[in-house]
Structure formats: structure tokens, C-alpha cells
């Protein structure tokens, strides 16, 4: 056992983490480090392991191989879930309770009291807009009211660390902004989502970190905070690129590619753009636009993945 896996600041840490299934490997190495307090993005295409992972973490599959503790607990401590909420991507609500009824039931199966739960129940149905809804049957319920009494049930006992998978399934833009808020009251008040979303937009604006699994292992670590690890993007509209000006692009330049006038390709910084631009007119390269972005976590993820994965 490391250090950190004593450490309170570290909510969720993983070692080496594995699950097969027969001869099927599911999860191949699960390592990583969540923070308390933090949103965290776990990202990957379909297949990579990400259901897998999720339920390790919250116990209900045992792993093959590897540590891991939640909040600084082994994945077996049954103790623990009281203070964990979950909203899976595919759930099954006893539809014939009303929507107060149903989050009343999460809510004393994690230990609340009918005192509080009085007062905590319409509060948080009020902040997934379903204060109007509380007392219908959840059965008649859309998609998006579905989800939003899923959300709900996941926050009432304030949990310390919410596993959220697909939140913004079914929501419209209103909705998907909703839970954006949610998101950032629960991390303002103490809180560690651990989320797993198809909409990289979404994950782009709410998340702090994110984390990129690949065939069953996390590949890489990106700071949305900081934009450390961020490459930049740059498009140049130039003639008579020649050779000398293409080797000379190796020292800043990766993903180096030119046809057609434009030359593309990403530098780690933007204090490299000056130096790029003066090497390709000293080089003789007739340079009539250069732009340059950063890479969105889209762009980001297509790379990382290959342009053929799918989330």
C-alpha cells in the first residue's frame, strides 16, 4: 500500500487494477489518483472498461487483480457506500412510488433520519426541477424526468463521493445545464464526482481533470484547470514550403502536415508560436495566415483514441 492510500486529500486511488472475465480482459490496469473536492472525468470509447472500472470502485464486482480504496477504505468495506452516491446509466426505479417516495427510500437506506429527510427531500427535488413532480407516480415520468430523480436520489444523503454514469442522458440543453450546477454546488460543498459522459462539451466545462482509458488502462491524465498537457493547434497558409522548412519544424512541431498550400500541425506552447513563424519565413516558406487554437478535449480525445473509437 502506497502512501497516498492513507492520504485524505486522495478520495479515490487505484493501483494496477484488473478484471477478467474468463478469457476476456475487461480491465487490463486500472491506475489512478482522484482528489477531494475535484470533478473528475472519466472518459473512453465503448468497450474500453469504464463500466467495469465504475463498478469495482463501488464494490459490486470484485477485481482479479490490484488495490484500490475509496476514501481511504478497501473496495470490500461495506460501511463506506453510506456515504457514496450513485446514478448508473441504465437504472431500474420502483415506478409505482412518487417521486418523494422513491428519494425518501435512498435516503434512509443510507442511514437518514425521517426528521431530516422531511426537509431534505423537497430540497433537492426542487434543484432538479421536479418540485412540481414530487408527488406523481415515477412511472409516468419522461426520460429526462427519470433522470432527474436519479440525480436526486444520488445527492440526498450529501454524499462524499457521487460515481455518476451518463447524467445528462435524455436532458435538453436546460436540463444538461442543471446538472452542470449541481455538479458545482456538490464540489463546492466538499464533495468528488467521479463522471463518466458521452457529451465532451459537457465534461470540457465541468470537469477539473479527466482521464482517457484505452483497452482496458488509462493512458493518459489531462488538467482542464490549467491546461497543462494542452497542445496548440496551428494552421499556416504558405507557399513554397520546402524541405529545409519542414526538418527545421521538428524542434517545436508534431503531427507535421502540408498540401494544398496549408501546412498543419500542434506545438506543446504558446511561447513556441513567435519561433515557429520565424523559422518558416527564414526558411523562404511564403506565409499568407497563421492561426493557431488550442486542441479541443474532442480533438484531444480523436487523437489519443484513433478517429474510429466511439464513446
Same mark, same amino acid.
Not at 468497450?47 to 484500490?68: C, Q, Y
Not at 457514496?84 to 417516495?101: K, M, N, Q
Given at each position: 500500500?502506497?502512501?497516498?492510500?492513507?492520504?485524505?486529500?486522495?478520495?479515490?486511488?487505484?493501483?494496477?487494477?484488473?478484471?477478467?472475465?474468463?478469457?476476456?480482459?475487461?480491465?487490463?490496469?486500472?491506475?489512478?489518483?482522484?482528489?477531494?473536492?475535484?470533478?473528475?472525468?472519466?472518459?473512453?470509447?465503448?468497450?474500453?472498461?469504464?463500466?467495469?472500472?465504475?463498478?469495482?470502485?463501488?464494490?459490486?464486482?470484485?477485481?482479479?487483480?490490484?488495490?484500490?480504496?475509496?476514501?481511504?477504505?478497501?473496495?470490500?468495506?461495506?460501511?463506506? +457506500?453510506?456515504?457514496?452516491? %450513485?446514478?448508473?446509466?441504465?437504472?431500474? %426505479?420502483? *415506478?409505482?412510488?412518487?417521486?418523494?417516495?422513491?428519494?425518501?427510500?435512498?435516503? /434512509?437506506?443510507? =442511514?437518514?433520519?425521517?426528521?431530516?429527510?422531511?426537509?431534505?427531500?423537497?430540497?433537492?427535488?426542487? /434543484?432538479?426541477?421536479?418540485? *412540481? #413532480?414530487?408527488?406523481? /407516480?415515477?412511472?409516468? %415520468?419522461?426520460?429526462?424526468?427519470?433522470? +432527474?430523480?436519479?440525480?436526486?436520489?444520488?445527492?440526498?444523503?450529501?454524499?462524499?463521493?457521487?460515481?455518476?454514469?451518463?447524467?445528462?442522458?435524455?436532458?435538453?440543453?436546460?436540463?444538461?445545464?442543471?446538472? +452542470?450546477?449541481?455538479?458545482?454546488?456538490?464540489?463546492?460543498?466538499?464533495?468528488?464526482?467521479?463522471?463518466?459522459?458521452? %457529451?465532451?462539451?459537457?465534461?470540457?466545462?465541468?470537469?477539473?481533470?479527466?482521464?482517457?482509458?484505452?483497452?482496458?488502462?488509462?493512458?493518459?491524465?489531462?488538467?482542464?484547470?490549467? #491546461?497543462?498537457?494542452?497542445?496548440?493547434?496551428?494552421?499556416?497558409?504558405?507557399?513554397?514550403?520546402?524541405?529545409?522548412?519542414?526538418?527545421?519544424?521538428?524542434?517545436?512541431?508534431?503531427?507535421?502536415?502540408?498540401?494544398?498550400?496549408?501546412?498543419?500541425?500542434?506545438?506543446?506552447?504558446?511561447?513556441?508560436?513567435?519561433?515557429?513563424? /520565424? #523559422?518558416?519565413?527564414?526558411? =523562404?516558406?511564403?506565409?499568407?495566415?497563421?492561426?493557431?487554437?488550442?486542441?479541443?478535449?474532442?480533438?484531444?480525445?480523436?487523437?489519443?483514441?484513433?478517429?474510429?473509437?466511439?464513446?
Amino acid at each position: 500500500m502506497t502512501a497516498s492510500m492513507i492520504d485524505p486529500s486522495v478520495v479515490i486511488e487505484t493501483a494496477g487494477l484488473r478484471k477478467v472475465y474468463g478469457t476476456r480482459v475487461a480491465v487490463q490496469d486500472l491506475t489512478l489518483q482522484v482528489a477531494r473536492g475535484e470533478i473528475f472525468g472519466f472518459l473512453g470509447p465503448n468497450g474500453a472498461g469504464k463500466s467495469t472500472s465504475v463498478k469495482m470502485l463501488l464494490g459490486l464486482v470484485r477485481p482479479t487483480a490490484g488495490d484500490a480504496r475509496v476514501l481511504g477504505r478497501p473496495l470490500s468495506n461495506v460501511d463506506v +457506500r453510506r456515504l457514496i452516491g %450513485f446514478l448508473p446509466e441504465e437504472f431500474r %426505479f420502483y *415506478d409505482w412510488l412518487s417521486a418523494v417516495e422513491l428519494v425518501r427510500f435512498h435516503g /434512509r437506506l443510507c =442511514g437518514m433520519t425521517a426528521e431530516r429527510l422531511r426537509t431534505r427531500v423537497p430540497e433537492v427535488l426542487g /434543484r432538479v426541477g421536479l418540485a *412540481d #413532480h414530487a408527488s406523481q /407516480r415515477v412511472r409516468g %415520468f419522461s426520460k429526462g424526468m427519470m433522470q +432527474r430523480v436519479g440525480l436526486a436520489q444520488a445527492i440526498v444523503h450529501e454524499p462524499e463521493v457521487l460515481f455518476l454514469d451518463e447524467p445528462t442522458s435524455g436532458l435538453d440543453p436546460m436540463g444538461r445545464r442543471m446538472v +452542470r450546477d449541481v455538479l458545482r454546488a456538490e464540489r463546492e460543498r466538499g464533495a468528488t464526482v467521479f463522471l463518466n459522459s458521452h %457529451f465532451l462539451s459537457e465534461v470540457e466545462v465541468t470537469c477539473d481533470r479527466v482521464a482517457f482509458l484505452k483497452d482496458g488502462a488509462v493512458v493518459m491524465t489531462k488538467d482542464l484547470r490549467t #491546461h497543462q498537457n494542452d497542445a496548440i493547434r496551428v494552421v499556416v497558409h504558405a507557399k513554397d514550403v520546402g524541405p529545409l522548412a519542414m526538418s527545421g519544424l521538428e524542434q517545436w512541431a508534431q503531427n507535421v502536415d502540408y498540401g494544398g498550400g496549408e501546412l498543419t500541425f500542434t506545438v506543446s506552447s504558446q511561447d513556441q508560436l513567435p519561433d515557429v513563424l /520565424r #523559422h518558416l519565413v527564414t526558411s =523562404g516558406a511564403a506565409v499568407s495566415r497563421f492561426t493557431a487554437e488550442e486542441v479541443s478535449l474532442e480533438d484531444a480525445f480523436v487523437r489519443i483514441m484513433g478517429r474510429d473509437a466511439g464513446l
